[in-house]
């Protein structure tokens, strides 16, 4: 079965400070992988998305980088964080077999730039 | 993504049945229509999807009017547990391979 695995679960991190955060799924290959943020009391908002190795979509313009290096990886990242990056991260996996594919999340990442 | 309306919010008291309806009136013919939800600092959780029939699985039921111009998600017997943020979602057709999610609904349900 599939599964995918997100971590840390929380992180406190300094303005200024860089930031990586890295999600990995297992049981499936080629997946279309996608990293979201929700503000506190907000919707979820689409930030990545990946169709394949090294083929990064960005939805809005931002402090954040996303990479994917292997099949199965996608990192978000950040030289230097701003307060207005504290959230709730989400990394999620989709199959690729056309339309009408569910979305898979991962647990999250609380993220608190102080 | 097709525009969505959803009420903000909603109560159900437990054990009767949480109808959480959803507009989506500029929705095209082959577009589906997805529920999802999220409870509290958890990543969201599909539901169920349908095109033009009415749908059923072990966690809900799905009614889109004949015209498709909107939809109810029905959770027949709500539990403390379905207190949650549900999503109405219409992707673009072009745009399958990424779902854009709106503010949703916020259902609690009452002892």
């Known amino acids: 079965s599939q599964t995918i695995h997100q971590w840390p679960a929380t992180l406190v991190q300094p303005v200024g400070s860089p930031l990586s955060l890295e999600c990995t799924v297992e049981?499936?290959?080629?997946?279309?992988l996608y990293w979201y943020r929700q503000a506190a009391g907000r919707g979820l908002q689409l930030l990545f998305y990946s169709v394949g190795i090294g083929q990064i979509s960005s939805e809005v313009p931002q402090n954040l980088s996303a990479s994917r290096p292997q099949d199965r990886q996608f990192i978000l990242s950040s030289k230097k964080l701003l307060l207005s990056d504290s959230g709730f991260y989400l990394c999620?996996?989709?199959?690729?077999?056309?339309?009408?594919?569910?979305?898979?999340f991962g647990s999250g990442t609380q993220l608190s730039v102080l | 993504d097709a525009k969505t309306t959803q009420p903000t919010s909603m109560d159900c008291a437990e054990g009767r049945a949480a109808n959480l309806p959803c507009n989506h009136s500029?929705?095209?013919?082959?577009?589906?229509v997805y529920w999802y939800r999220q409870i509290h600092s958890q990543g969201p959780q599909y539901i169920i999807h349908g095109l033009k029939n009415n749908e059923t699985n072990e966690m809900a039921s799905l009614i889109i009017t004949e015209d498709r111009k909107s939809s109810t998600l029905i959770l027949p017997h709500a539990t403390l547990r379905d207190t949650a943020v549900y999503y109405c979602?219409?992707?673009?057709?072009?745009?399958?391979?990424?779902?854009?999610f709106g503010t949703g609904t916020r259902l609690q349900v009452f002892p």
């Open positions: 500029t929705i095209s013919g082959n577009e589906y």
């Open positions: 999620a996996w989709s199959g690729t077999r056309g339309l009408n594919e569910k979305l898979f």
């Open positions: 979602i219409v992707p673009l057709l072009q745009n399958t391979d990424k779902l854009i």
């Open positions: 049981g499936t290959s080629n997946p279309n």
